[in-house]
């Protein structure tokens, strides 16, 4: 249990009352702050901040604390990061030299690579060598200021496989210092076995998979991949609806690869968040703005793929709360640093540099239900937060694109490690 003094901090941002779970809209675009700042730290929560000239030293003086200064430097919530893949066994650089030479991400997928390559390599390796793969991502993660994340199952496609998977989620939870949600993502494509039978597929998922995964706890909640080539949302909503029934909620992988019905079907089945939006227009936005789901874009996907980028400008400017993701994989975005998520979010999408903090932190904490816990500078929250370098405006963050700007890294107020 840590107690942790910081002090001198050139500005604390991202400030929010307790109780609030996610910003909307215009409130995106405030990030609260105090300038030369203090933060103290007690038994690993957030205990008391404020500015320099109102600390009480006395208050301080019987408990034994670490004090760190963070002169010249920000202090801001760790990045909460509500939809990975990094279970996975191996790299896919061959298809990126095919797309590099003209094949498509759905050619590739088409044709037996793609998630169908992943799930046959990782079917390969044993639970033992993809956790300790898998907890090497997560420590890096960690160190460059991921404090909470979303894993997925879905490189199993097989009872056995997935089971693999989600047990080796279950393990890294046993040993991260972070939180951690996991989600059972079967339903991620039609395994070649069940190529001319994908009604039998289904069938595994429903009468097989799921009751293991309810019983043995394996998972909060439970995503279908509801895009063309992938899962209808007739399919969709049956595997939702039999996944209520044992308390998962929903989460959904949907208009990635077109305008196919993915957030209609997310906001009808009352899904916690709907995760790509690529191909989003109006009617999805207006089908957004009347429902608690929380719209999730994943601009390293975008960028590695060359596909659009998720239009979460209009969707802000619309009155939506919008989260962004790093959706780490081998396929799509072989990249988990959310600080290079944030400088997408700015170069590429018009958010501001206030608007892809929020995006990245509060808004991500909503889509993994933690808001009460994570997510912002709040007292009463777990002291996951990082010092940054030293900058003389946060739009530095974004502004060096690809240098992270995180230096030290604390977790429940224990530091954790340091980034030049
Ligand atoms: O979120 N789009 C679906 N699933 C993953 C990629 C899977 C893969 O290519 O391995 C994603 O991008
Ligand atoms: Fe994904």
């Not at 702050?33 to 109102?54: Q, R, Y």
């Not at 990061?81 to 790299?91: L, P, Q, W």
């Not at 998979?209 to 509801?226: H, I, K």
Request: hydrophobic fraction near 40%; aromatic fraction near 10%; glycine fraction near 8%.
């Amino acid at each position: 249990m840590a107690n942790l003094l910081v002090t001198d901090i050139k500005c604390l941002a991202g400030i929010l009352e307790n109780g609030i779970q996610k910003l909307s809209g215009k409130e995106m675009a405030h990030l609260e702050s105090i300038s030369n700042a203090w933060l103290w730290v007690e038994n690993s929560l957030i205990k008391d901040f404020g500015p320099m000239e109102t600390i009480n030293w006395a208050l301080f003086g019987p408990i034994g604390y670490t004090h760190v200064s963070a002169k010249d430097s920000f202090v801001l919530p760790s990045f909460v990061d509500s939809h990975t893949h990094i279970v996975f066994a191996k790299t896919r650089e061959e298809e990126f030299v095919m797309r590099i030479k003209g094949k498509t991400y759905e050619e590739i997928a088409e044709a037996g690579g793609g998630i169908l390559n992943s799930a046959k390599r990782l079917q390969e390796m044993s639970e033992d060598d993809l956790f300790l793969q898998a907890k090497a991502r997560l420590d890096e993660l960690i160190a460059f200021g991921t404090g909470a994340i979303e894993i997925k199952s879905g490189y199993g496609l097989t009872l056995i496989d997935e089971l693999k998977m989600l047990r080796v989620i279950k393990r890294l939870k046993e040993v991260s210092p972070i939180p951690i949600k996991a989600t059972f993502l079967g339903a991620h494509a039609i395994p070649t076995a069940y190529k001319a039978n994908r009604n039998g597929y289904i069938d595994l998922i429903v009468s097989q998979m799921l009751p293991v995964v309810a019983a043995e706890g394996l998972a909060e909640y439970m995503d279908v991949f509801c895009d063309k080539g992938f899962f209808t949302p007739e399919e969709t909503d049956y595997l939702l609806s039999e996944a209520r029934k044992y308390g998962l909620k929903a989460k959904i992988h949907g208009n990635e690869l077109g305008y196919t019905g993915g957030v209609q079907t997310a906001v009808r089945n009352n899904a916690l968040s709907v995760d790509h939006l690529e191909y989003t227009s109006e009617a999805e936005i207006e089908c957004l703005l009347n429902s608690q789901t929380m719209p999730v874009a994943l601009p390293g996907c975008s960028f590695f793929l060359g596909i659009p980028y998720a239009p979460v400008r209009q969707m802000i400017d619309a009155g939506l709360p919008v989260c962004l993701a790093s959706d780490f994989n081998p396929g799509s975005t072989p990249n988990g640093r959310m600080g290079f998520v944030v400088s997408l979010a700015c170069t590429q999408m018009k958010l501001t540099p206030e608007e892809a903090i929020n995006a990245t932190t509060i808004n991500g904490a909503f889509a993994l239900n933690l808001s009460n816990e994570i997510g912002s500078i709040t007292r009463g929250k777990r002291a996951n937060f990082y010092i940054t370098k030293p900058m003389s405006s946060l739009a530095l963050m974004p502004y060096f694109f690809g240098i992270d700007q995180v230096s030290k890294v604390f977790v429940n107020g224990e530091f954790i490690g340091l980034n030049q």
